[in-house]
């Protein structure tokens, strides 16, 4: 003979305290809650057991009634079928059982939309289960668990040490599937992918701030890429991104001197303006070679055809002059034919 009990003594609806941290958890309902420990455990007083022949006999009658079970608020659809109550809306339906490796026994829930604002919100943090059980006890007293009536979100479970509605399974869920982890994969190898994948976007952020351009060492560019190869040494990546980054800035140094000099020498820019131009190829190379090649030459860089020749005409006298350290104009003048 089975009987139905699990139905809570005090149904409490009064808001428990969260923590902040609790609150942020639960920005969204999980997709799966907790509904009892997994293996012996104590409701309003009884000893229940939960082994894998209860598991097995629920996810039977789950398969054969076609249809989930009902997750209602404080037990009403118990109420409404004791005549104690006229409706019973439900929170959500349990559609499957998992057992989690903490102890638990977990049901896979699709919320109502009334359900899920609530338990995201935080206004219920337990669930209250009504089951079917062996009436005989076992020799150690125990009352095997036969299968479930229905479910009850709660804040003033009948279960002891009974598991709140937190989002950290279903989070531990959507990161094994975020970091393509397999569906049995333990917190811990969780945590240990996300450390990896820090390291790795760590590696990816110092090469993308360095690049490996071409007009970086060679030597150079194959430290760094035998170090991406071990992902074991950021520190001393680090130390080699910033021996590339001090070579790249020496190179766009020199080559902003080089254009300011080039521009001095074709006579686009005066020599008061040569600090303002330099400033400008240190902030942008290319746009400044750009603006000065399209600048005329302001001074002339060679002579008047007629005063070169001139001066070419002159030559020998100009070695004269300084043979005898003697002015042009003196040899010119008292030197003769």
Same mark, same amino acid.
């Given at each position: 003979m089975t009987s139905l009990t699990g139905f809570p003594k005090n149904t409490d609806t009064s808001t428990p305290t969260f923590s902040g941290t609790l609150r942020a958890a639960l920005a969204e309902a999980p997709d799966r809650i907790p509904l009892h420990p997994f293996g012996e455990f104590v409701g309003n007083g009884t000893v229940f057991l939960y082994d894998e022949e209860s598991l097995q006999a629920a996810l039977e009658d789950l398969r054969t009634r076609g249809v989930p079970w009902v997750?209602?608020?404080?037990?009403?659809?118990?109420?409404?079928?004791? #005549?104690?109550a006229q409706a019973a809306p439900a929170a959500g339906f349990i559609t499957g059982l998992v057992v989690g490796e903490d102890g638990f026994?977990?049901? $896979?829930?699709?919320?109502? %939309?009334?359900?899920?604002?609530?338990?995201?919100? #935080?206004?219920?943090?337990?669930?209250?289960?009504?089951?079917?059980?062996?009436?005989?006890?076992?020799?150690?007293?125990?009352?095997?668990v036969l299968g479930y009536h229905?479910?009850?979100l709660t804040n003033n479970p009948g279960i002891r040490f009974q598991k709140r509605i937190e989002a950290e399974a279903d989070m531990l869920e959507k990161l094994r599937q975020a970091l393509g982890l397999d569906p049995e994969a333990t917190e811990e190898a969780a945590l240990q992918a996300l450390e990896d994948l820090k390291r790795e976007a760590a590696v990816g952020r110092v090469v993308? %701030?360095? #690049?490996?351009?071409? %007009?970086?060492?060679?030597? $150079?560019?194959?430290?760094?890429?035998r170090l991406l190869a071990a992902q074991d040494a950021l520190e001393e990546l680090e130390r080699t991104r910033k021996e590339l980054e001090a070579i790249k800035v020496q190179t766009r140094e020199e080559k902003a001197q080089a254009l300011v000099r080039k521009a001095l020498e074709e006579g686009r820019i005066l020599p008061h303006q040569r600090e303002f131009w330099l400033a400008q190829a240190r902030a942008d190379l290319e746009a400044t070679r750009k603006a000065l090649e399209g600048m005329p030459r302001l001074v002339p860089v060679e002579l008047p055809k007629a005063e070169r020749k001139a001066l070419e005409e002159d030559e020998p006298l100009r070695r004269l002059a300084q043979v005898f350290r003697v002015s042009e104009e003196a040899l010119k003048r008292f030197g003769g034919e």
């Open positions: 997750l209602d608020f404080h037990h009403q659809t118990v109420r409404v079928e004791e #005549g104690q026994v977990y049901g $896979l829930v699709e919320w109502s %939309e009334t359900g899920r604002e609530r338990v995201s919100r #935080g206004e219920y943090a337990y669930v209250s289960p009504v089951f079917y059980y062996d009436p005989t006890p076992d020799e150690m007293g125990r009352h095997r229905s479910f009850a993308l %701030e360095v #690049g490996l351009g071409a %007009e970086d060492p060679t030597e $150079l560019k194959a430290k760094l890429l």
